[in-house]
Structure formats: C-alpha cells, structure tokens
C-alpha cells in the first residue's frame, strides 16, 4: 500500500521538525527552503 501525500508530508514534517526545529505545522507543501 502506497503513502498518501498527507502521510509524507507528515513524515517529513516530523523530519524537519527533528532536524531544523521548524514547528511540524509550518512544514507545507507550497513551502521551500531557501538560504540554506
């Protein structure tokens, strides 16, 4: 059974959450990271 979108995006929320301390709710996918 493939992922939805919601459970990737949830994935990596938690991810980017865990890594850059970037709250889960602000990770969208209309979002980018820039100045890396």
Known sequence: ?????EEIVAGLADIVNEIAG?????V???KSFTDD
């Open 28 to 30: 969208q996918l209309d």
């Open 22 to 26: 970037i709250p889960v709710e602000d």
């Open 1 to 5: 059974m493939a992922a939805t979108q």
